[in-house]
């Protein structure tokens, strides 16, 4: 018999102890699944092409080498010709991919195109959700609409009008044009983020500027901006992490090297059976590095911008 | 009558079509005109082997799709690829939301931890997930032999009745994190009130889950179920760097079949009215979720 | 200064009408009070003369200015919330800076205006702190400085008070009735609460549904309502409605409802034998008489500290009356009621317009 006392204790004891065990226990599993998957990616990078492909494979790569990261960022140096070939990874027949050079070169291409569309991505983004959020004009649900509607078509759908369109510009292999097109890709999502995000500031405010003297112009710079902070970084960060991930359309609008993104170039490694696994891996390290470090860094702002919309279902 | 045109385009409405003109400049060019463009040639029997020839066959490429058998099968692969992926995700970030939910030392890393395969790109996902997969040195062998669950390595990209799953595992991992933040904002709107309500009237967390926490996540479901819809049936990248399509046609996606037909047959045509079949499930599908679930998004 | 004329103002919001065809004149300098329950269109009507909203049909004049299609930014008006709207991120200071800044002022002459309007609004030792440090009263001072310092043609209020408590809201009161003697503005406040409209106003507007109901000196719509409505807004408690039917009478016309009988003013009830009508009472014109008049019973007895409410049955009609604090009553006292007729107030019960005197 328990004492009259006690009832409530050991169950109340017993309930929190269980709950700090069942969360401890999901914690661990969702760590395990989330990062597991990065850490067997950075773990191969950083073996010799031996020791990854040894049975059963190494969990910790147990001779750390950066001879793949050295091999991408010493080969811009080295044209890869018949005669240069075979410097590379002993394991694999020292074979050096012959995309090898091009990485660090793909890689500012996304860079700088990625800060270009987050930049223009928030100057013509900003403008518009004003606009419709704050301005009650008419027309103004049809603009809404027909900017999401751009979304709805597949983009492999557009890609061949797309390229023509290029074409006919005399565009293609530019930057610019991936820009563009990467523009017209995120910013009906960061409009909708903003519009979002407007919506939640008090109408008082909008009255009170405009009292005071403000064109929307003017009210937009001193009341909605200011407020946005999050909305604006989670536009950012969309923009970036797009255009740094984008695939299809780079693939078919940069047919020459000089304009490739990393994407395309990763993806010519992986199809290049010349090329060793490790260094595969040490490719994915290196695209994989600035998104992660930008989303970590953000990730309040990320979230608190995404939800003013989402609260609401 | 000038009178009334001024009226109509004040102040107010002059400054939105200033404001909103970069969006549509942009839009038009780049989105716009590929649309319009692109339907038009799926009227078309354009085949690039042939350029000089290009008849008028209004929906006759339509017509021809959905007597393909190809196409068919490609329907059935796109479902059973779309039906898995979404759910799967949406379980998990139901999960994964709950637990954020609670209060415990540590979350805040955790949260910013699951952005990890959101932030990766969608290459290096594919490429990751390959190398784990592969046949001969990947890690899920390695670790299942050891576990001893199976005996001698697996092709899992190359068995035909597994390919789909092992694609949509690797769309899964990238989505879930985003699914289970949108579902987590939903949760933090739930007032304390009706769980105290719900407690005091006798309910366990089974009950209260149910009948205070799902009903409210409705709207939240809804948007991430469209929402991974939308993005899980027009899934490419994977497909072009894990199995393009194969084996045989065991991932031969709609999307992969579009690709095909554009870029390999060469026939222009029909994969322009295969974008738009492909446009209009979705579109039908988000209809029907939306309507389903009795809320505006 | 401006005096402000809406001219057949109509507002549509989709299929539904906020304001049907309004006229009004709002004479120059005049603090002028739009009453009424919400939804009856007077912030509506605010937003209208601030060029917040556009208007369907009908015009906006200030002075002989058309200012129908300006912008509010043009319109040299001020306005202030019931939510205050401070920019959340600016110091006290630039919250007032604001304005003139826009205009294109330089900072000296900034400086001056700001540290002015502090000190007659006493917020001079807060110009440094932000929005949120404030007490719900300093940032509604704030706000009026804002508002002041732009030496605006029209100030427009929109329930500024609403927000604060009670005795804050009576101090507030004096303070916005001093600004507007001393800066002889046109003042156009919005309330729902009929004592401010009262204290405040030079004139007052009521509306009910987009609609005037009457547009006259606080004088007039508290002692002659144009209908039952605006009888029935103003007047705490509220006025007392009998419904019954004039009868005439040897001793002159008579209100009569069973046995509630009592005499009305002919000028007003002349020759109305047998018409509906409703009787409007307001309880402090009810004297409470030892004997003479009608007799009836206490029900209930609400002291209010100043004054007692009392709640009577006479002749089978509830009525609520006033009483002073140092009458000491019960429920079950037998009471009589007296009541000038000049003082009853009649209505037509299909119309419920006001009977006026037929000369």
Partial sequence: MRAATDDGRRAMIAKRWGRGLLISAFSALLVIYVAGPVAWLVSSSLQSEADITAVPPNWLPPKVTFGNFEAIFSNTTREVTYETRRQGDPATGRFLPSGAENLLPALWNSFTVGLWVAILNVVVSITAAYAIAVIHFKGRQAALYTILATRVIPDIALIVPLFLVMRNLDLVNTRFALVVTYLAVTVPFTIFILISYFEQIPRDLYRAARADGCSHVQALRHVYLPLSLPALVASVMFAFLTSWNEFIFALILTQNIASQTLPIVISGFVMDFTTSFSFVNAAGVIAIVPPVVLAMMFERYIVSGLTAGAVKG | ?297 | MARIRLDGVTKHYGSVTALQQLNLDIRDREFMVFLGPSGCGKTTTLNIIAGLEEISEGNIWFDDRRVTFTPPHKREIAMVFQSYALYPQKSVFDNIAFGLRLRGEDSASVDAKVKSAAERLEISHLLDRKPHQLSGGQRQRVALGRALVRQPSVFLMDEPLSNLDAALRVSMRSLIKKLHLAMGTTFVYVTHDQAEALTLADRITVMRDGLIQQLDTPDAIYNRPANRFVASFLGNPQMNFIEGKIAETSAGPRFVRGDFQLAVDPEVAAGQGGRDVVLGLRAEDAILAGDGGLAGAVTLVSPLGSEQHVDMDIAGVELTVRASKDQSLAIGDRLSLAVEPARLHLFDATSEQRLAASS
Avoid: C
């Avoid at chain 2, 990751?128 to 890690?139: A, H």
């Avoid at chain 2, 390595?153 to 690797?170: C, E, H, R, S």
């Avoid at chain 2, 497909?239 to 390999?264: C, H, K």
């Fill in chain 2, 1 to 297: 009558m000038l009178e009334r045109l001024g009226r109509q385009f004040g102040y107010d409405e002059r400054s939105a079509a200033l404001l909103v003109f970069p969006v549509f400049a942009v839009l038009m060019v780049v989105a716009v005109y590929p649309i319009v463009y692109s339907f038009y040639t799926s009227l078309f029997d354009i085949v690039l082997t042939r350029p000089w020839r290009r008849p008028f066959v209004g929906f006759g490429n339509y017509a021809r799709i959905f007597a393909d058998p190809q196409f068919w099968t490609a329907v059935q692969r796109t479902t059973v690829y779309t039906v898995v992926t979404v759910s799967i995700t949406t379980v998990m970030a139901l999960f994964v939301a709950l637990l954020l939910n609670e209060a415990f030392p540590g979350r805040r890393l955790l949260s910013a931890l699951i952005l990890l395969p959101w932030a990766t790109p969608s290459i290096v996902n594919g490429l990751m997930w390959k190398w784990i997969y592969d046949p001969g040195y990947g890690l899920l062998n390695g670790i299942l032999v050891q576990l001893g669950w199976i005996e001698k390595y697996i092709v899992w990209l190359g068995d035909p009745d597994k390919t789909l799953f092992m694609i949509a595992n690797a769309a899964i991992w990238k989505q879930m994190p985003l699914a289970a933040i949108l579902l987590l904002v939903s949760m933090k709107s739930i007032s304390n009130d009706l769980y105290r309500a719900a407690t005091v009237d006798g309910a366990n967390v089974f009950q209260r889950f149910l009948h205070v926490t799902l009903p409210a996540l409705k709207p939240g479901l809804m948007l991430v179920l469209v929402y991974e819809t939308m993005i899980s049936i027009r899934h490419f990248d994977l497909f072009l760097i894990m199995t393009q399509g194969g084996p045989g046609d065991a991932s031969y996606t709609l999307s992969w079949q579009i690709y095909v037909e554009t870029f390999r047959n060469l026939k222009f045509g029909i994969g322009a009215a295969l974008s738009y079949v492909l446009a209009l499930a979705t579109f039908i599908l988000s209809y029907l979720f939306i309507r389903g679930f009795g809320s505006k998004a």
